[in-house]
């Protein structure tokens, strides 16, 4: 019986733990499409370009496109301050998803339950940067926005904030697994 519930903890583990290293790597893929392939755009049409470092709308009179300067942006009620904080937190989430893996790769060699939390945290920490940063963003540039002209980017960016939540929804169960065969093994 005792072999069995191993095995079976043992199964488990590597299916989680495969699970979380694709979650990982799809994370990673979407940060890097949305961050350095659409260079941060969230919208990309041939009359609007509005991103992390661009805010370019349609001059009828140039008959082009025209990227504003801050000052610009400011006189249309744009916070310079509010764009940065929202750049700031975007970014620093994907430098935190690059260095996760090494996290991932220490947890999972020690097994301890310590360190699954430490992952909980980082996650949730991701999570509400992320989340924090693209609603910040959004706020300031919604009046120029309409849902339909969302592309790429954007889409990637809610794609990561989804695969997040499943990777702190599949630490939770591992650390939860953990946990209850500690107490198993105990008594």
Known sequence: MLVLLHRQRWYMGHLL????????????????YALLVEAGNL?????????????????????????????DMQAMGISWLG???????????????????????????TDKVKGWRVLLIILITKMLLLSGGLGIFLLQTSPWINPSDFTGGFLALVGILALILLQILTVTIIKTILIAYQCFSCS
């Open 17 to 32: 733990c495969a699970l979380t290293v694709l979650e990982v790597v799809g994370t990673l893929g979407l940060m890097i």
């Open 43 to 71: 919208v990309n049409l041939p009359n609007k370009r509005i991103g992390f470092y661009n805010f370019c709308l349609w001059n009828e009179t140039a008959g082009n496109l025209q990227c504003l300067e801050v000052s």
């Open 83 to 109: 764009i940065a904080l929202a750049r700031v937190c975007v970014y620093i989430c994907s430098v935190i998803s690059f260095f996760y893996p090494l996290f991932l790769a220490n947890v999972r060699c």
